[in-house]
């Protein structure tokens, strides 16, 4: 076996495959923000949909919040490379620098946030909202910072109905494939007299223990929160074996499909086999379907 390149475990590399940049896109296009004088990206990353935002409006000032200091870096370079002048924490601010609004990242959990009443015109979280322990007390944090009026959007590829027919056994056959691969190194490692990959069960709770809510249960929700729903979408997005591979080294999948696992071994393992987990099915592609909701502040 030749010994793999070390694994970006980041969320990075993901979050600029043309597929999931096609999803982000078509999700923050459904929605007219030209109006926004102030975005909230909660659980930003490494920015993918701020960048998107501001797209749509580009005066308006921007706080992003996640709760990894390696995304929010990455962040923060993203958008001084662009021009913007980046200011970390939770600051509101109306600078305009160089021609650009100040944005400002902040290192912090996407349901507490240290903000006034009524201080934004949107919020958003894309691909994290079904990560949320407890999501009726995020989205009334969502709806306190938000003026009314103000509109409230997140993706979704975690719901139930994100699996079109068939798609599910894929991610069987990708652990049995991964679990497979880490076998196959183990043995070499014991070969070589040195210690295997071990896997230390308990470290995090199973896979995917968050419950899929449908769009039906999520409109509720969102209503009894104050959040209105008035655009809600389903998107059927194609992931090819190269983007499967990207999805799978993210270490904030790994180490939940793989728990236990020393993270980089998951995500290696994960990497390794994006392929043959789609060849098993006889696809080359794998269908999966993102929500897309936008509610407005009563
Ligand atoms: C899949 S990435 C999505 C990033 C970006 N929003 C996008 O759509 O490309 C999920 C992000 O959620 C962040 N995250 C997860 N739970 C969080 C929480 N409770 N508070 C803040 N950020 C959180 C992770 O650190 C990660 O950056």
Sequence with gaps: MSSPQPVNTTYEPFSMEPEYVEANH???????????????????????????LLQQSPSAHLNG?????????????????????????????DEVIAGKPVLVFGVGSADELPFPDGTFDSVTIGNAIHVLPD????????????????????????????????????????????????????????????????????????????????PQEWT????????????SNERTVYLDERCLATVGAYGGLAEVVMSGYPVEEASEALQATAGISLRNMNIDRLPRNWLEMWATRE
């Design 26 to 52: 078509g999700f923050v296009a459904r929605q007219d923000l030209t109006g926004v004088k102030r975005f909230l990206d909660l659980a930003c990353g490494t920015g993918s949909i701020s960048e998107l």
């Design 135 to 214: 999501k009726e007390r995020f989205l009334a944090a969502v709806a306190r910072v938000l003026r009314p009026g103000g509109v409230f959007g997140f993706n979704s590829s975690f719901y139930a109905g994100t699996n079109p027919p068939g798609a599910a056994q894929h991610m069987y056959e990708w652990l049995k494939e991964a679990s497979a691969y880490i076998e196959r190194k183990n043995e070499k490692l014991r070969a070589e007299g040195r210690p295997p990959i071990k896997r230390v069960r308990g470290t995090r709770g199973p896979a995917f223990s968050n419950r899929w809510y449908s």
């Design 65 to 93: 919040i996640d709760y990894d200091p390696v995304q929010v870096d990455l962040s923060a370079k993203h958008f001084t490379e662009l021009g913007y002048t980046v200011r970390r924490g939770f600051e509101l601010t």
């Design 220 to 231: 509720e929700m969102l209503g009894r929160c104050g959040l209105r729903v008035h655009d």
